[in-house]
């Protein structure tokens, strides 16, 4: 449906849809993983805000593929679609508490919509 309506509109949509289980992770991905866990690196928690080098780099990948410029400050990994559905409800609903409502496109991650909860007062599917 996304697709869609940026044909018709001519606007382009920020694609936040579904992961897809079951792809293979990628050898250097697996090997990376490996490392760091032979580091130890699974016995201290990240900086709540992200680790700055992945900051940066989701800040290159929005410049280079959505040509967006997002100052890596403000570039907040989570650890999924429900976490992120969450911060970004709670932030765009502080930013103006007159708007009450959320509109969701339709299929999209049935989880996210039971989240509107924390902010909207209304939702529509």
């Known amino acids: 449906m996304a697709n869609d309506l940026e044909r018709e509109t001519g606007e382009p949509f920020l ?6 289980p079951g792809l293979k992770a990628p050898g250097i991905a697996i090997e990376a993983e490996k490392k760091a866990l032979d580091e130890n690196c699974a016995s201290v928690y990240p900086p709540f805000d992200g680790i700055p080098q992945l900051k940066t780099e989701i800040s290159k990948f929005a410049k280079n593929f959505l040509d967006i410029t997002i100052d890596p400050v403000n570039c907040i990994p989570t650890v999924g679609s429900i976490m992120s559905a969450w911060v970004t409800f709670l932030v765009a609903g502080r930013k103006e508490k007159e708007k009450d409502t959320i509109l969701f496109l339709d299929p999209c991650f049935l989880y996210i919509k039971a989240s509107a909860h924390v902010r909207a007062k209304n939702s529509s599917f």
């Open 15 to 20: 694609h936040l849809e579904m992961g897809v």
